[in-house]
């Protein structure tokens, strides 16, 4: 069984190993744990005007994301590889990426600190776009804008999931790199585990897409899936987007959707953001990268048995009654 944690003791620490200079504690919103910052933009997001030719990518942080952002914009752009070379946070941008970072005192205290404004105003930057707009999100169904809830917009929205134990492992390492955590791993499983860290509780965050997964303008993919059959997958979301993709296109996306080559690709492996968090001192892993190993069942050599075993078991708990796995 899943031990039973103590609140008041996992705020404390959740507190404690969050604290930065760009995070100011944390909320719940809608059972959701979220930076302090997120509630004042809530209300916008909630009534948000939706197009119904807009593509939403939407997960749980570090399951896949930047790896379907890069193959979705592609498709819906008929594998414009030269306009690909333009930054991907500029092409999909990250809906509410402004209350993961607040940067307000930031910029107040350091005039040489200026971050670009689809970091510093990420909604204002979206409203600029034009449409049709590509965007992610890591936001759960629920916290989407009331058009898509109720169904009033039906855009296009492509969902990828990533089993729990090496989400887990990817999320602490990120949350090291950019998001100015400073506890241990083991404290980080436990924040995970009990639904403290940043869009969890991770299976309600899942569930709200599986359980919609039948409607039309939603495809659901996990990241397992990428890893054994990417061009399948590639050709299930051309399908999805009403798109035409010969063999060797095909092809020459897979090729550029490989894990070597999206890690050496400035354009999607958020140097911008790491280096200007070197830059600042900002990380808690100087010499961590944003895209590290990619790889299926990490968790078998970064968990301890007693970690392994408490998440499976809670999986357990968590699926039991449910049409759903991960096969792995």
């Not at 809608?30 to 004042?40: I, L, N």
């Not at 333009?86 to 350091?110: A, C, G, H, W």
């Not at 040489?112 to 404004?117: A, I, L, Q, T």
């Not at 303008?217 to 299930?236: M, S, Y």
């Amino acid at each position: 069984m899943v031990r039973i944690e103590n609140e008041e003791e996992l705020d404390a620490l959740l507190d404690k190993y969050f604290t930065c200079k760009f995070r100011f504690g944390h909320v719940k919103v809608k059972g959701v744990t979220m930076p302090k910052r997120f509630a004042e933009m809530e209300e916008d997001i909630t009534n948000w005007e939706v197009n119904d030719g807009d593509i939403w990518v939407c997960s749980f942080p570090k399951t896949g994301t930047t790896w379907t952002q890069e193959m979705v914009w592609l498709i819906a752009n008929d594998l414009d590889f030269a306009g690909a070379e333009e930054n991907i946070q500029i092409r999909v941008p990250f809906l509410e990426i402004s209350s993961i970072f607040d940067y307000r005192d930031l910029r107040k205290t350091n005039k040489d600190f200026n971050p670009p404004v689809f970091l510093d105003d990420s909604l204002g930057y979206i409203k600029s776009l034009p449409s049709p707009r590509l965007m992610k999100t890591h936001l759960l169904w629920k916290m989407l804008p009331k058009q898509i809830q109720d169904g009033t917009k039906q855009p296009k929205i492509v969902y990828i999931t990533r089993n729990p134990k090496d989400t887990c492992i990817s999320y602490y390492n990120h949350a090291r790199l950019l998001e100015g955590y400073s506890g241990s791993f083991d404290t980080f499983c436990r924040l995970f585990l009990a639904g403290k860290v940043s869009y969890t509780p991770f299976w309600d965050h899942l569930f709200s897409f599986w359980d919609r997964r039948h409607l039309p303008n939603v495809l659901f993919l996990k990241f397992e899936e990428l890893k054994a059959d990417l061009p399948g997958v590639i050709r299930k979301v051309a399908a999805f987007l009403e798109k035409d993709l010969s063999n060797e296109q095909v092809d020459k996306l897979t090729e550029h959707l490989s894990f070597e080559n999206m890690k050496r690709n400035p354009a999607v492996n958020y140097e911008l953001v790491t280096d200007l968090y070197k830059k600042f001192q900002l990380t808690q892993a100087p010499d961590g990268v944003f895209m590290r190993s990619g790889q299926i069942g990490e968790y078998k050599v970064k968990m301890t048995p007693e970690q392994i075993k408490e998440f499976d078991d809670w999986t357990e708990e968590n699926l039991r009654g449910r049409d759903f796995s991960f096969d792995i």
